[in-house]
């Protein structure tokens, strides 16, 4: 393939059939799984990827095929969706809301290996019912808080809450999460990394003096990855935007391609300073980094110019009425989730639609 | 209805089986829909709500029953979207991809009326050579930048386009419209307003000078709408936020009661600061105002924690795991777009689904 760092031949050969389109470059997206999954059997920790990002079956069964042992999940809806897809080994990864809990097990007792994570009794007993009530068995981890602060117990309380699960009918003591999302994208997340990694292990080594050594250790994520995986503590990783990335991790430096581009067509060209774009917020994620303009108008920057269109400002030339112009999302799952559906795209510009059939929000 | 300026204690009676999710409270949305077409009706100027706000063809027969004209729309998938839903009059707001100018006619050839506005010759050209292709008629309409300047063309451009407009095989010439976006929010519009409307008047008095007067004269939006009804200017409003309303509208004092909440359930109990919530980024729109806790954490503020978690800060009493929390979203469109339904919410808390049936990002 081209360059990955400058794809705008690639992308000249891109033509997908309405804007805003969502492209995934078929060679890049491959070579980002590739990569990770290398990494990791090197490093002798199995992959778990994230399905949050890409919300799709599709991309999950590359994942798998490639090594993955199976995929994480945020939502419980996401598990439903995978499961119909037919993943057959799931781990939500944050704490189920009460009405989840039977959806959950009604996934596992249909067939699939279902886990989740918890930081509460509630939760722990919860699930447990609905396994039990559904004749189903389901894994359950403790979710460890090392810093993020959105869920997960204190450090020293992982073995109260690990010993509530391992007497609980119908659940399996499943091990530990840990998701340091604070650490993802800083610079200089070494030395922070590095006093997690001392209180994940104390933690470790306190399940194992309470008798209850965790099966899995899982958790990381794109931005630490490496760090990750040269620690020795996980048994499993969880990254997700390795695989599509985006703005926002390209300038972490987190060493993977490029593979998502959005496509927009110039709708008004009468101005001197900008013209008009048909990718506005309900295309492209708002919250992260802009958006960066990586063909179609040279020197050019994007700003959001409302719901449907974005300003491509300072082109020169400028791209005329009609054209394409390719953006760089800034920040990936959020941008992914807007769609649904995107092309995954040969390096001849052939493109095959692929569903984002995960992303429903409703259940 | 309990007062639409607190509604706690309707939400208190609405439990949907799954969050996050959007509620729109039926009573006060049918209160918006009466009191616009009721000033529209006294001020003899047609209502053509924005559907591209709510994306359901069951609003769009909600508002059509009450005695709109027709449906605006922002996209080609929109037009197609309503146009299956029984929406038989739709005008495009925004300039057409040269993709979507043989849908449209299409749609017009099927029988529906269909229009679209234009900032260009070769829009024009493609409109009206699609439209003759289809054996249909489209009507365009010249789009007046008076100072978005996101589309439009300068209003001394305005009969010249008109007149290749007019003279244009397939096409007839519909009129004029103007947005003018960046007077809906801020406070102070009321000079700005002024200055716009008198451009607007001289293009509709230039119109007629070039034998051209404009059939319609349409704009305006929900936070202009009493300006621009004042205004004797237009024959039709394009209003389309009143209908659900956000906090941005909410502040600038628009006047319409707030019907659009999101329920959130807390997953995650474990901080004295705050607890967490599971809606993020996928579930609310972060572009606007920061959405606003209404119920369910008392004195508590939301921040964005994620992409599907949000934290709800230093409620008194702070909210347990398991409880539901309700959201009022910061920016209404770009939040209804992110969910493929909501629950409309009748003032005992009995809910009934209503697809997002239009908000498909795929044709």
């Given at each position: 393939m081209d360059s990955p760092s400058n794809p705008a031949a690639f992308l000249a050969r891109c033509a997908p059939p309405q804007t805003p389109a969502l492209i995934v470059r078929r060679a890049a997206l491959e070579a980002n799984l590739a990569d990770l999954q290398a990494a990791c059997d090197r490093a002798g920790v199995a992959l778990r990827p994230h399905g949050k990002m890409h919300k799709s079956t599709a991309v999950a069964h590359m994942q798998i095929a490639r090594g993955a042992v199976g995929l994480s999940c945020q939502t419980v809806g996401e598990a439903e969706a995978f499961a119909a897809g037919g993943i057959g080994d799931l781990l939500v990864t944050a704490p189920v809301p009460p009405w989840g809990a039977a959806r959950l097990a009604a996934l596992a007792a249909a067939g699939a290996t279902v886990a989740a994570v918890a930081d509460s009794p509630a939760q722990v007993q919860r699930l447990g019912e609905a396994a039990v009530a559904a004749g189903a068995r389901l894994g359950c981890l403790v979710d460890v808080d090392l810093g993020l602060a959105r869920a997960g117990v204190a450090p020293q309380d992982a073995p109260g809450l690990a010993r509530l699960i391992a007497k609980t009918p119908g659940l399996g003591f499943g091990g530990i999460q840990s998701y340091w999302g604070h650490l993802q994208h800083g610079a200089g997340r070494e030395r922070p990394h590095d006093d997690a990694c001392r209180t994940l292990a104390a933690v470790v080594d306190a399940l194992r003096r309470a008798g209850l050594p965790p099966p899995v250790v899982t958790g990381g994520g794109t931005g630490t990855a490496?760090?990750?995986?040269?620690?020795?503590?996980?048994?499993?990783?969880?990254?997700?935007?390795?695989?599509?990335?985006?703005?926002?991790?390209?300038?972490?430096?987190?060493?993977?391609?490029?593979?998502?581009?959005?496509?927009?067509?110039?709708?008004?060209?009468?101005?001197?300073?900008?013209?008009?774009?048909?990718?506005?917020?309900?295309?492209?994620?708002?919250?992260?980094?802009?958006?960066?303009?990586?063909?179609?108008a040279p020197g050019a920057a994007f700003r959001f110019f409302g719901d449907e269109h974005g300003a491509i400002i300072g082109a020169d030339p400028a791209p005329a009425e009609g054209a394409l112009v390719w953006l760089q999302p800034g920040h990936v799952d959020p941008t992914v989730a807007l769609h649904d559906a995107l092309f995954l795209a040969d390096e001849d510009g052939t493109l095959a639609p692929l569903a984002i059939d995960a992303r429903r929000t409703t259940g």
């Open positions: 490496a760090l990750d995986l040269a620690s020795g503590l996980f048994t499993e990783l969880q990254a997700g935007s390795y695989a599509f990335m985006d703005v926002q991790y390209g300038e972490a430096g987190a060493g993977f391609r490029q593979a998502l581009f959005c496509a927009a067509t110039i709708v008004s060209a009468r101005h001197a300073t900008h013209v008009t774009c048909d990718a506005g917020l309900k295309a492209l994620a708002s919250d992260g980094p802009t958006p960066r303009v990586v063909a179609g």
